[in-house]
């Protein structure tokens, strides 16, 4: 008798033990599956403005983010249509570069003092609607200074707008101020189209899906070329096959803030 008291007693303990493993698998499984998410991409059309054809850049399928030079002959309807199309646009503010390229309107260079400098970028913001953020438009000077990258920062703060930072030079120090001042950022892993052979195009885009399966996402920028228009037309597609998804650059932003924030607070609690 006292042998089957102590086997029912053991059966008891392991179903009591076996009930615990089970709450404590199906209160960890969501949070599991919280945390993975498809591998996503972001591409930026750049250089949107100066001509009529820009606007097809529109009838490319998914969430592409364009990126509009302020003050040209196209900014402010293409602005307008992609609005209504709930596709996201940034402010590409001209920046000063290394060898002095024309800029265009809405220039942001080394000679403005401060009052200037911010006057010149709150004008151009507020010269398009509804956008989300900005990136720089040449820029390979003036994004490595310490003081034009404090002002503009500045301004996207009041603004709550995101900073993408071209990479025009690997000396940038747009990412690094933007965060000082808790701006949230993202840089370019990939321009797609700087060489427009089709070959060139494949390479760069093979390239960006690499980054994305091994990081988690990634950021393309390319032009309003008729060659890249072409190439996206039916490039687009791939990307849903290979379990890759095309999303508006401000959910990478959004997501890179969160993880950042996370990696802090697991350091934090070591």
Known sequence: MKLVNNINRRINI????LKWIAVVVLLVC???????QAKQVAIVIDDIGYQRNDI???????QLTFAILPFTPYATRFATLANEQNREILLHAPMQSLNDLALGPGALTMNLPKEDFQSRLREALNSLPNIKGVN???????TQQNMPMNWTMEVLKEQDLYFLDSKTTPHSKAQSIATLYGVENIARHVFLDNITSEKQLRFRFDQLKHI???????????HPYPETFAFLQSALNELKAEGIELVPLSQLVQQRTLRLAQAKTAKTSE
Do not use: E, F, W
């Open 30 to 36: 969501p949070l599991v599956s919280q945390t993975v």
């Open 14 to 17: 392991t179903v009591h033990t």
């Open 212 to 222: 994305a399966k091994r990081h988690d996402y990634a950021v393309a920028i390319a």
């Open 136 to 142: 720089n438009h040449m820029g390979s000077l003036l």
């Open 56 to 62: 097809a850049a529109l009838n490319l399928p998914g």
